[in-house]
């Protein structure tokens, strides 16, 4: 091992530390939002979490969380410290990339300021993808995605590693990284074109661009036999078998799929065995990568092991090969069209069925419903505007300038392709990371929020308006980051440069970048209004780009090397690089990365459980307002008795399953309905059909005719079959007083506000299982358990009882108190106000927000929903008398909870608090809470007029919602007599109203 092996090695391993204890430093704590609060679950039991699963990354989780000893508050950190390792593990392979790669321009023997100039090189380039933004995002926390790009950058390392020496044994290495990544994400599957096209290279000596093609061309056979032969197909041809073995020979579950699985390995066996003796080289080496894919692919034992051990978390049960193979096809995610489809407008004219659903019975398989395909009128080549949802269609026609009734051409469609698909969904990210954000609010189109800047105010103007007195919500918003292009300039000197001295070098990373990038971007085909950023999903892409932004000292030195002072160019080259990319990405950056202390998501969890009485019954959806509660509940051992119950999974009949079964402190849910009847591909659905019933069913009543099998009690449709209908969307429960006190869902003095019957109008056309399961529970629980539903999502899911929805601190009791037409309070204004003070006051634990030294957009929400309910509870405490409770909350909350202004939405709260302030004598804090709302108010509203006619039209709701602000802190002021204070806010009113016309 030479000087240069040697530094380089060690470089790497500096390199390693160093962006261990940056991302250490930066590391949550404790468990964050979105998926990491499941994948924590799951890797601390080996669970079994959503499709596909991620097997491997909960091996080696539950590996780090074995380092918490014991200590289950800690088990957290430790999984999040895995993503850390993994994270400056790419980091070092991304060195050693760059290195390998500079090393092949020099064909001679290196020089002392050769050696120097390729480990800068390397440096800058893996600095700069330590501190890009999407990298640094996932690097500290609990998501696959870290270490999926380990691995793509251990497959990308390795073909270079094969390159230099021609050993294939760096291709068996590949294929088991390979394997292995499928149990943690299928990036590094896309890192497969890149590889064939150095393999092409190097066994080509004079590459032609049809030959280029016919590699990409190969390169897509490999990733078809991986992404679907192996990881589904071969999954399925086990379910056909186990299925021949079951229903017709009589066998037992899995023994077909064990005779495949043996017939696939003697198969394997007897090739490798015929290419030793006949001495097909290549045929031998593709078996032996096969196998390799395999052995990695294999985790997914793990899936089927665990889920026929039922654990806690069991999502889709796949304890047999059908259901696995369902669960590797992501079969509960809808299907999007990608080569040829329907237009958001069209209808549905036809539906032919495809194949055999089949569901684990239990003695057989039995057949649990057929796909189908769906014809549709209106279809297009590509379709990219495809989605018939309310709020995408309306998003289409807003974004495409479409009237109604105006079908999308192909020409709109490809417009939207490259605008908002690959424009604001790719280029937006890109950007983020290599040449600035404007904030880190979620994007969605508008001027104000997500957008990418430079810094470079003339050019960020021309796309955003005038970037002159930016209001707070961006200069002071931690996500405010300008490089000024710096980085992008950097990147694209580094590809022109490798162009130059080695076009298939450039071409080859280029490939991993388009393949990783925008290749993702035509084959997810996002449809709008996304529930969060995506551009964890591209980070492949930004690790290409960071080997040009590496190429880029190269590309300075050469230009400095013209004045012939070669040793002062390579460190002026490297300054400038350093300096350019990675120093000002890790100064701008460090701020909205920095999530130490953070433990917000944990917080909110505890409070939502301690929301809840003893017992309970918690109704919740979607995946933030569910995995934190899981972790609370699963690894930390919080309020395991109270139910979680995600409404969503309640569609799933293994769900049920495990919704009837005692769950650590949690007695079983009461559901009556036996299996049979809620069985997958058994009441999936069931359409309204009014029935003429003038008065309310019992709900009870309507649960035994839904779930009837009598044809009586059924529809007949058009093809002779019958199925189960509403027949009225008025629902009863009867309610007895004696057992609502009994049960203490009251006490004996609320007796008077019960009423004898609730009584509710269901709000939609279709009944899913879900909400089937769900109307089961409340037929049936008498009030033994306390029901509560989460508070702020849509009215749907409420089922029509929002009248009876009271909210006890974050969630929002169930409870038959009577109606009064006269109170138009939402249900989020309504309280059960003792209960409520109780658990704000003493159990409620607001920490958090004060310890985080950064508040991302989710804790934000959070933040803000705690003002929200904390100023509900503080007015209604002050209607109904309770002024020294009132004045207690009002003191906690403004010593534990942020007053800080993060968008115009914000203020709405800030009144609220203004308004109780000056009812409980608060005045003089209620003026300094009023001056600096209005100086807020003052900025924001002033920069928008500030712009452009077209321009401040898009922010016509802020301007509303904050001229409304403005002028009830102005009628707020000036009725408790604040003259001096209400006359300045008057003022402001009427030059801002002046402004705006």
Known sequence: MNLYQKTNNLVGF?????????????????????????????ADKLQVGHQPGAPLFLMIGKLFSLLAAGNTAKVAYWINFSSVVASAATVMFLYWTITLIASKLYKQEKTKADMLTIIATGVVGALAFTFSDTFWFSAVEAEVYSLSMLFTALVFWAILKWEQNTDDRWLVLIAFVIGLSIGVHLLSLLAIPAVVLVYYFKKTEKPTTFGII??????????????????????????????????????????????????????????????????????????????????????????????????????????????????????????????????????????????????????????????????YDKNLFFPRTYSDKPDHINFYKQWLNLADGETPSFAQNLKFFTSYQMGFMYWRYFFWNFVGRQNDNQGQGGYSEGNWISGIKPLDAARLGSQTNLPPTIVANEGFNRFYGLPLILGIAGLLFLYRRNRNDALIITTLFLFTGLAIIVYLNQDP?????????????????????????????????????PKLSLIVASLIGLLAAPAIMGFQGWGDHDRSGKTTALDWAKNYLNSCAPNAILFVTADNDTFPLWYAQEVEGIR???????????????????????????????????????????????????????????????????????????????DGTYMNFIPTKNFKLTVNTDQLIKTGTISAKDKDKVTPQMEWNYNKNIMFKSDLALLDILANNNWERPIYFESNVSEDTYVGLGKYLYLEGYALRLLPFKTDPKDTRDKMEKTNSDAMYDNMMNRFDLKGFKTAKYMDPES??????????????????????????????????????????????????????????YALSETKAANALTAETLE??????????????????????????????????????????????????????????????
């Open 529 to 565: 209004r996304q529930v969060r950023e995506r551009d964890y999903a591209y980070v492949g892409s930004f690790y290409a780009f960071a080997i040009f932004i590496g190429f880029g000292v190269f590309a300075i030195r050469e230009w400095l090397s013209r004045f012939n002072a």
């Open 936 to 997: 807020f108010l003052d900025k924001e509203l002033t920069y928008i007029a500030s712009l452009e006619p077209e321009r401040y039209n898009s922010y016509g709701r802020d301007i509303q919602l904050g001229m409304y602000v403005l002028n009830n802190l102005h009628k707020i002021s000036a009725g408790y007599k604040q003259t001096e204070l209400s006359d300045k806010i008057a003022k402001k009113f009427e030059e801002l109203q002046a402004k705006f016309g």
């Open 640 to 718: 395991t008795d109270i139910r979680v119950v995600n409404i969503q999974y309640l569609s799933d009949d293994a769900y049920i399953n495990q919704m009837k079964l005692k769950l650590h402190k949690s007695a079983p849910l009461p559901i009556t309905m036996p299996t049979e009847k809620y069985v997958n591909g058994v009441r999936d659905y069931m359409y309204y059909n009014d029935y003429g019933f003038k008065d309310s069913v019992e709900l009870k009543d309507l649960i035994a005719v839904l779930t009837s099998d009598e044809k009586a009690d059924q529809l007949q449709l058009t």
């Open 860 to 917: 934000r929400r959070v933040a803000q929903g705690t003002w929200s309910i904390s100023n509900s509870l503080t007015t209604n405490l002050f209607m109904e008398g309770k002024t020294t409770q009132a004045h207690k909350l009002l003191t906690k909350s403004i010593k534990d909870i942020p007053l800080k202004n993060y968008s115009i939405d914000d203020t709405i709260n800030r009144y609220q608090t203004i308004q109780n302030m």
């Open 214 to 375: 016919k590699a990409i061309g190969v390169a897509g056979v490999i990733w078809v036999v991986v992404q679907f032969v192996i990881i589904q197909y071969f999954v399925l041809f086990a379910a056909k078998f186990d299925l021949l073995f079951v229903n017709t020979l009589g066998f037992g579950f899995g023994y077909g799929a064990m005779t495949f699985l043996f017939l696939l390995a003697g198969s394997i066996t007897y090739a490798i065995y015929y290419s030793i003796k006949h001495k097909k080289y290549n045929l031998n080496l593709a078996m032996i990568c096969l196998t390799f894919v395999l052995f990695g692919f294999s985790s997914y034992f793990l899936i089927l092991i665990r889920a026929d051990a039922k654990p806690s978390l069991n999502l889709s049960n796949p304890d047999n090969t059908f259901a696995l193979y369902g669960y590797l096809g992501r079969t509960n995610y809808e299907k999007t069209p990608l080569l040829y489809g329907q237009t958001f407008d069209a209808k549905q004219i036809d539906g032919k069925d495809t194949f055999t659903k089949y569901r684990k019975g239990k003695d057989k398989y039995e057949v649990s419903g057929k796909g189908v395909d769906i014809e």
């Open 14 to 42: 500096l390199l390693f530390l160093f962006a261990g204890v940056v991302y250490w430093l930066t590391m949550e704590p404790t468990v964050s939002f979105w998926d990491c609060g499941e994948f924590i679950t799951a």
